[in-house]
């Protein structure tokens, strides 16, 4: 079956703009999370969406937000860009939320703020 | 907070060798879990383990949660095999991920 797709793949952006990202998770999977990792920072999380509903949310300002569709598919969003939002975003899917739910990533997508 | 150490974080190995990485944790999980990065930056899921031994041809992890730490053991390391391994698990409502260990393979 599909795996997790991610789009945009790459994409450039100035600061002060705002970006989407979208998750399309596995077939059957109903929690979608969301990681930034950076060279400095490593892989942190962001937030966590399991049936529409943010369960929880990672040390990240409010220009970072989300959102999740009655189809699983998730996207993310970035306004006001600032250089350090340069990163690589990760999005992953699980059948469940939390405790039992194995992790499946995507490609990723390659956030450039210039 | 919840802190989770890897070790080496940088392992050069020459194609043919075996290697151990380590993932300690300080707190209980719930699920533990590792992948590999590859260069293109996708994280691949390698084992699903929140206890006990599992093999997947030439890897194969232990984790033993009683003492807070997992195990993964490369064997005839490839050159393939090279890139970032992280282990990651779930507690108080998020997943944390290790820094990783970065692995060379020189063939």
């Known amino acids: 079956k599909a795996g997790v797709t991610q789009t945009p793949r790459y994409l450039i952006k100035t600061r002060g703009q705002q970006v989407t990202l979208s998750c399309s998770p596995i077939?059957?999977?109903?929690?979608v999370s969301w990681y930034q990792q950076t060279p400095g920072q490593g892989l942190q999380f962001l937030f966590e969406?399991?049936?529409?509903?943010?369960?929880n949310k990672g040390n990240f300002p409010g220009r970072f937000s989300g959102r999740q569709f009655s189809n699983s598919r998730s996207e993310m969003n970035v306004s006001t860009l600032e250089l350090g939002d340069s990163a690589l975003y990760l999005c992953?899917?699980?059948?469940?939320?939390?405790?039992?739910?194995?992790?499946?990533f995507g490609e990723g997508s390659r956030l450039t703020v210039l | 907070g919840i802190q989770v150490e890897q070790s080496p974080p940088d392992l050069i190995l020459q194609e043919g060798a075996n290697s151990t990485l380590r993932c300690n944790f300080s707190?209980?999980?719930?699920?533990l879990q590792w992948f590999h990065q590859n260069p293109w930056g996708q994280l691949i899921n390698l084992f699903y383990?929140?206890?006990g031994t599992k093999q997947n041809g030439r890897l194969s992890a232990t984790t033993v949660a009683t003492e807070r730490y997992s195990l993964l053991y490369i064997s005839s390391s490839q050159t393939t095999d090279s890139g970032v391994y992280f282990c990651?698990?779930?507690?108080?409502?998020?997943?944390?991920f290790g820094s990783g260990t970065k692995l060379n393979v020189k063939p």
């Open positions: 077939s059957g999977h109903r929690s």
């Open positions: 969406y399991f049936s529409e509903t943010q369960r």
């Open positions: 992953a899917s699980s059948w469940t939320s939390g405790t039992t739910g194995e992790l499946f």
């Open positions: 990651a698990f779930y507690n108080f409502n998020k997943f944390y």
């Open positions: 707190d209980s999980v719930n699920n």
């Open positions: 383990i929140p206890s």
